[in-house]
């Protein structure tokens, strides 16, 4: 069956609904932007995960406001008495090759490392890995295990939070939706390890099926100390409250570790999905968790 | 309604009007005609759409055409310069380090990335570099041979 | 023999354009005054179409026109015709089209799609191929007792089977109750995606005056054009194919999938070119998928050993259409006992209707699925007897004088697998390497000084490098890592082409004004490599070096000689052998067209070096470039015509199979080959690094060793990721859940094992210069092979493709090893 009718209009390929696009060259001027347009419009940083979703139509934004011009949101730093800054919109790569971070947190280096692929690493941003507040996001865990803050700026002025309130579930935080958030601090602390252990089912350009991350404060053997991140086994990033507590004040041996390792897997509420069961999240929690102790506590921050 | 941008393709200087929602992918291949980034997933799942902008490899598929405003961007046209042959892609030829050559252009624009920055790479920063682009034909083992041999030829 | 140009790692005749970017594929094309397609795909796995509603869609932005299947003349299929280019009246899997929207652009297209109203009425859904076998399941064909299908397909009128091929030799029932040790096992392959690089397109236009031109990604321009034909009522010579580069097809590309489809729609907007390119995910759904098959296997054995009996169940998925699948059900059924002598079968294969897409041709078809329960097997039997897995496939090989399934005795030029299954072992580390060692779950893992148990850190990433293979051939170690555990395992196999009995490939081979040659084929250059090694064929065949033989790169049925199509890897040898007659007959025609010229009988000519010379006064000669535009004399006249070469090839003495008993040929050559895997598993989450994979393959004389060892590792990577970590998931309602490469997972380059590929060449009475295919066969037992090496590393049997991690843990956990 045929229904035809003639249109002669000129006109190229098309991939995404249209939309509005403003670039503004602060953050004032953007939160002020985002606070005219309302809820349509949404911040563009590095675009890696929006395009994809604007793409398959599960946002449809009338206006992009992107963070391009606004230059001091690019900058690694750090300032005394306050800890190291990450701008908002470093990319990955800035993490994986920032000599600050190699000095001082390698791990958060090494977690950025492993996030998707090389090409992806050098436009998505670390503000845009946060926002999206996906549970399988590989900054989180080792940023909240390391204590990091977020600065988040609107038309009012701006908040500081810790990042462990700021994920409220899948795709959700307590950003405002005329919020920027401008940067993540990283407090100086007395922690002598951390690291970030993802298990993706391929060595490159996968998901963490599971994602530990531990920050603890070893003396003499004892542990001081201990903060576990689990990423991709609940909504949201989760603490291992239960199996903290159980390090805290004991000397390191392997029963220790494997004990924590199993507070963790059943702290966790992880879900069964195409790429893991809610039953191998577990264990691998409790795998990981335990590898993850092992090497903060050997290691350093790596 | 339409923006204009400015930037430098295979370094000429570049001055349109691109819709906001065209990806760089788009600007290229047909606004440019410069088919040579191929788009294979349009997720940034594959590289085969791989350019170089300001020397660092991206998914062109994700990288909206106003976003590239001010920025260098190389494909793979801009790779060969007066007829000559970049070492990469004669060592890709000597290697036979291609088969249906659809993930070609986006193979050689990762590895030239990683040999501006690094002109030694051990076979696991190969690796690395790239990790972002699939290949289904090769098995890739040419590739990471083509990518050691022309940086050696190189340095 | 020595040759000049056959056996050289020549560069590939593409190279630089591929390098370059300048190599043209559909998607690169743009036609003036272009539309664009996108298809509105059902959701539904199995329904009635109670109403379909396009009248909005067609008042949206820069909307040409909506086609869908009403008025849909008949229906197509190169085997079975049992389907339509879209939906009539019925789906029968998700993603079936339903209706395509032609648009200005592709947006546009794309957002008509949500404003054509379907309704559906639910009927019941079958996914699994056993399940649908089985009587009371959901009938997906209802009548297919009434479709036109070729001579030698068995369908079971009143079910879902559209296909069943039996295999029977000697008796079967005698050789169980004699046997010493009788297994039993089932084995499910999934279905996998091929995942070209270049999904797949085409730009049709249909011409005011009736005919029609298509570009198309296609492995089979001339089966897209034969359907297409049929379906609109054209003949072949008003229908125009041309391929340009193919972007990789491993038979995805094969047959004909969206080009009936794209034909139909293009005849409703006559005039003006129409393109579609399948965006990833429609891949997943608007092509066709591989594998899918359920193989329940039973063996008899001797107490030494030897293979008594074979009874074999396949129950191959052959999605909502069984057209492509006819050939793979054959394949199966013939080849379900591998690279041994048996001397008493019964092989049923089944190709059944289900609700997922349609299953197509795939790397290999029908071999890996049965290799995967075959070779399996031989390893549990082994273990059984307490005989090295090399010994037992030894013992049982085939080999000159043995008899295979189908009743062919082999001759010496069909090759060694004895040989193959030699040089994999020792690649690997010798005999001792592949024995059973028990429980080695437990007592590899180390505690490190300071108390904490050595568990093993995940792979490393980037600077501190990926854990590199063991380079040399040393027999298994204990793991590099504790709480990492290592394995070695092989499997053997036997290929053989399925096509019909009478599969044409043509070669055109013209004599240029420079003394070159032109040669044309009907064979599609989709990264194998054909173009090139066919023009080394072309330039032995005619003593020219091979920088005078070009070509032609795009293959386009007006002008291209005829081509069954390009797969099952017969291209090298039947391309190839067309190659030869053709430079055969343009030699003849060079030296009758000099003799004439020189005064000289044409016997005692010969075409060397680019010149026709006298073997008796070689001072006397004609160079090629005289003779190519005709031959003129000193005042003028022209003595001789220009001069093009033709050669046709059909394979020889096949037949159709015995419908009883199977018995017959239908292959044109077979093939032998060994693959061994080493793999290193994580006992604690069930990491599978594959660290090595060997394959040895005789296929005779090899044209090209670089070429051919770059085909054999990318099919063993691509079969690594089918042994480990592809598969796609259907849910009950026949939804895909992976259908994109975020999670449907392919190997990348980090992934990538040590590779090496190894040759025996028995020269190939039948082949050019000795030669046989090898496109597909590096695919073929890459899976039992890493599941062997899984189980000598774990003690875990498997019998589930892929091989995932998590079920390795799950394994474990049920066998009672803590993780």
Known sequence: ?302 | MPEKIRFTVNGDVVEMAVEHHQRLLDVLREDLALTGAKEGCGGGECGACTVLMDNEPVNACLVLAVEADGREIITIEGLARENCLDPLQEAFIEHAALQCGFCTPGMILSAKALLLRNPNPTEAEVKEALSGNLCRCTGYKSIVDAVLAAAEKQS | MTYQTVGQSVARLDGIEKVTGEAVFVDDISLPGMLHARVLRSQRAHALITGLDVSEAMAQPGVVAVVTGRGLPRRIGACIQDMYPMAVDRVRYVGEPVAVVVAENPHQAHHALASIKVSYQDLAVVTDPWEASRPGAPQIHPDQAVYHRLPGIHPLPGSNIFHRLQVCRGNTADAFREAFLVVENRYWHPSIYHVQLEPHGAIATYHQKGGLTMYASSQAPYVVRHVICELLGLPPGRVRVIVPYVGGGFGGKSDHTIEPLLAWVARHVPGRPVKLVLTREEMACGTVIGRGALVHYRSAVSQDGMLLGVEAEVFLNGGGYGDFAVNIVTAAGISATGPYQVPNIKITAHGVYTNTPPTGACRGYGHPEVHWACERQMDIIAARLGMSPVEIRLKNALGPGKVNAIGQQMESHNGRVDLCIQQVVDALGGPECFLPRTNPCVGSIALEPGGIEADPLPHPTGANASPKAEPSGACAKPAAMPGKVRGKGIAALMKCPIMPTNAQSGAIIKLEEDGGVMVSVGAIEMGQGCHTVLAQIAAEALSLPLERVQVAPQVDTFHSPYEWQTVASHTTWAVGNAIRLAAAQLCDKITRAAAVILQVPAERLEVVGGRVQDRERPERYLTLQQLARGYTDARGTALSAPLIGEGNFVPQGLSHLDPETGQGNIAADWTFACQGAEVEVDTRTGEVTVLRLVSAMDVGKVINPVLAEGQIYGAAVQAMGAAICEGIVFDREGRIRNPSLTDYKVPGVEDMPELQALFVETPEESGPYGARGLGEHGAVCVPPAIANAIQQATGLEFFDLPVTAEKIIRAQQKRGVPA
């Not at chain 1, 404060?217 to 603490?239: H, K, Y």
């Not at chain 1, 390191?252 to 494997?258: D, F």
């Open chain 1, 1 to 302: 069956m045929r229904m035809v009718r003639f249109i002669r209009e000129g006109g190229k390929a098309m991939y995404l609904p249209d939309f509005n696009y403003y670039c503004p060259h602060s953050v004032q001027e953007a939160c002020a932007i985002l606070a005219d347009l309302g809820a349509g419009a949404k911040v563009l940083a590095g675009g890696t995960d929006l395009l994809i979703k604007m793409k398959h139509e599960l946002v449809v934004p009338k206006a992009l406001v992107s963070l391009k011009n606004i230059r001091s949101l690019a900058d690694i730093g750090y300032v005394e008495g306050k800890g190291l800054i990450l701008g908002a919109r470093c990319t990955h790569n800035d993490l994986v090759n920032s000599t600050l971070l190699h000095q001082r947190y390698l791990s958060v280096a090494e977690a950025a490392h492993q996030m998707a692929n090389n090409q992806i690493r050098n436009i998505g941003t670390v503000g845009g890995n946060l926002v999206n507040a996906v549970p399988s996001a590989d900054l989180p865990p080792i940023l909240i295990a390391l204590g990091a803050q977020v600065t988040l700026v609107g038309p009012g002025g701006e908040r500081t939070l810790p990042l462990e309130q700021f994920f409220t579930g899948p795709g959700q935080t307590v950003i405002a939706h005329d919020e920027i958030l401008t940067e993540v601090v990283i407090p100086d602390q007395s922690t002598t390890g951390s690291t970030y252990i993802k298990f993706g089912l391929r060595r490159s350009g996968a998901l963490a099926v599971v994602g530990v991350a531990a920050a603890v404060t070893v003396v003499e053997r004892v542990i001081r100390e201990a903060r576990i991140v689990l990423g991709a086994v609940a909504p949201t990033p989760i603490r291992a409250r239960e199996a903290e507590e159980r390090l805290v004040g004991n000397a390191v041996s392997t029963e220790l570790l494997e004990e924590a390792g199993i507070r963790a897997a059943t702290a966790c509420k992880p879900i069964s999905d195409i790429r893991a069961s809610a039953e191998y999240r577990r264990d691998l929690v409790r795998v990981l968790t335990k590898r993850s102790l092992r090497r903060a506590i050997e290691q350093g921050h790596v």
